[in-house]
């Protein structure tokens, strides 16, 4: 039963059962833990503590696409009743969303720094690909398009905005990839779904995902970080989880720290 709002909630490829949810999820546990000790110095100030190597950050976001693909494809056929003939379509479209959104943030990062900055490009794509599984199935490649622009050009602005002026210390950039991304494509699925009504059905569903699970979240989070602690101690932070749970070292061409003896 929709209330004769459109199809229902439209959401093929998971975009906020999956995506919007998990990001929110990681909003909820980044809020309960706080961020990590010297990440904001001074008010006003953020510390890059980039992945160990870039190269797989960016080789892994382009192994995502196949997964993708194949995603979005079945979800179209499973949830939204589309033809076979509509496959290669929700696969072209699902390429061009990524691919608009890592040139806008290619351009954005380039404009703002100088250069182009390959961690938030490589957050560029995945937020295109994470805005695909809602309308990849839906909008026309033009509208994938408009789609992945968008999502590539907050993605940069957002992470910043979240770093310098609240604070919130997201090492993936799963609040914006994840949340914020899924979020905007679930209402482009509804601009551009031919049903009328449609807009409105998804706003329902983010209202849902917002007003209800979120807080839903943060509440079993903060019971379980009762129990479990989610900060680690001061001393597993200084070294590195590897070194403070396995007692070795994952990166060993890496120097963590030196004892005193060696000084």
């Known amino acids: 039963m929709?209330?004769?709002l459109g199809a229902g909630f439209l959401d093929g490829g998971g975009a906020g059962t999956v995506h919007a949810l998990g990001g929110l999820s990681a909003l909820a546990v980044v809020w309960i833990a706080g961020p990590r000790k010297g990440k904001f110095p001074k008010e006003g100030l953020s510390t890059a503590m980039p992945g160990h190597n870039a190269a797989y950050v960016l080789f892994g976001c382009f192994v995502a696409l196949v997964g993708w693909l194949a995603w979005?494809?079945?979800?179209?056929?499973?949830?939204?009743h589309a033809p076979l003939a509509a496959l290669p379509g929700t696969a072209i479209n699902t390429l061009l969303t990524a691919s608009a959104a890592l040139g806008a943030t290619f351009s954005v990062t380039r404009i703002r720094f100088g250069k182009p900055d390959a961690s938030l490009c490589a957050n560029g794509w995945l937020a295109g690909l994470v805005a695909s599984s809602a309308c990849a199935a839906i909008a026309?490649?033009?509208e994938s398009i408009f789609v992945g622009l968008v999502a590539g050009i907050f993605t940069p602005l957002m992470v910043e905005l979240?770093?310098?002026a609240l604070s919130i210390d997201d090492p993936s950039g799963a609040i914006t990839v994840h949340a914020a991304a899924g979020l905007w494509g679930?209402?482009?699925a509804g601009l551009f779904a031919p049903q009328r009504g449609q807009f409105l059905a998804q706003l329902v569903g983010i209202a849902a995902l917002l007003g209800l699970l979120l807080p839903l979240v943060y509440l079993l989070f903060a019971l379980l970080n009762r129990i479990v602690p989610f900060r680690v101690d001061a001393d597993g932070e200084r070294i590195g989880m590897d070194l403070h749970e396995l007692g070795g070292g994952?990166?060993?061409?890496?120097?963590?720290h030196?004892?005193?003896?060696?000084r």
């Open 162 to 164: 979240l770093e310098l």
């Open 140 to 142: 026309s490649p033009v």
């Open 258 to 262: 030196r004892d005193e003896s060696y």
């Open 2 to 4: 929709n209330f004769g």
């Open 250 to 256: 994952a990166y060993p061409e890496f120097v963590i």
């Open 186 to 188: 679930l209402v482009a």
């Open 72 to 80: 979005n494809a079945a979800g179209a056929i499973i949830w939204l």
